[in-house]
């Protein structure tokens, strides 16, 4: 069945570069996009990017100069880059399928940063 | 990038009434609306598709509706499994967006 799931640190530090990896299993990389969203404590969900099944990437106009998404169709992995992280950064980062079309019909259960010295 | 202001912020309901939650875009977003529902601890759960389209396990009690920059998601005959945050996406145009959520609690 289909699953995505994050894994990286919990903690980085301030102006440092968050990593992030979605490893999913059950679809190709080459024939679904994967998003990544992400939500503060206690706030509402943010889209950041995705990269959709031909390699093209989009972003969220707002951390499009920080944010980098990749791939390693052979590992099955999606990956999350993003620098010179603040406070405001800290939040559960979600990676997601997407359907035909553009919605997140799938979503792993979310990784928590926290960004703090 | 299109903006979508989600109404109300929350909500209180008794079980067995009809609610109802707003997402107005920016500008027209041809139907391309999902709604997601999510409880505390866990990821959003995908209910509604371009507007109406029920996923599967999505109970007949949830609908949506709208057109243009009007959209609207409805919970007819409110049970105690429905009190959660509901979140509307437009995905016609990149950079994809959501609305600031609804909190639907019991009265």
């Known amino acids: 069945q289909v699953q995505l799931k994050e894994s990286g640190p919990g903690l980085v530090q301030p102006s440092q570069t968050l990593s992030l990896t979605c490893t999913v299993s059950g679809f190709s990389l080459t024939s679904y996009d994967v998003h990544w969203v992400r939500q503060p404590p206690g706030k509402g969900l943010e889209w950041m990017g995705g990269?959709?099944?031909?390699?093209?990437?989009a972003y969220n106009s707002a951390l499009k100069s920080r944010l980098s998404i990749s791939r390693d169709t052979s590992k099955s992995q999606v990956f999350l880059k993003m620098n010179s992280l603040q406070t405001e950064d800290t939040a559960i980062y979600f990676c997601t399928r997407s359907g035909y079309g553009g919605y997140s019909d799938y979503w792993g259960q979310g990784v928590m940063v926290t960004v703090s010295s | 990038d299109i903006q979508m202001t989600q109404s109300p912020p929350s909500l209180s309901a008794s079980l067995g009434d009809k609610v109802t939650i707003t997402c107005q875009a920016s500008?027209?977003?041809?139907?391309?609306i999902a709604w997601y529902q999510q409880k505390p601890g866990k990821a959003p759960r995908l209910f509604i598709r371009?507007?109406?389209t029920l996923e599967s396990g999505t109970p007949s009690r949830f609908s949506g509706s709208g057109s243009g920059r009007d959209y609207s998601f409805s919970i007819s005959n409110v049970e105690s499994e429905d009190i959660a945050s509901y979140y509307c996406l437009q995905y016609v145009n990149l950079p994809y967006t959501f609305g600031a959520g609804t909190k639907l609690e019991l009265k």
């Open positions: 500008q027209n977003i041809n139907k391309y």
């Open positions: 371009y507007t109406s």
């Open positions: 990269i959709w099944g031909d390699g093209s990437t």
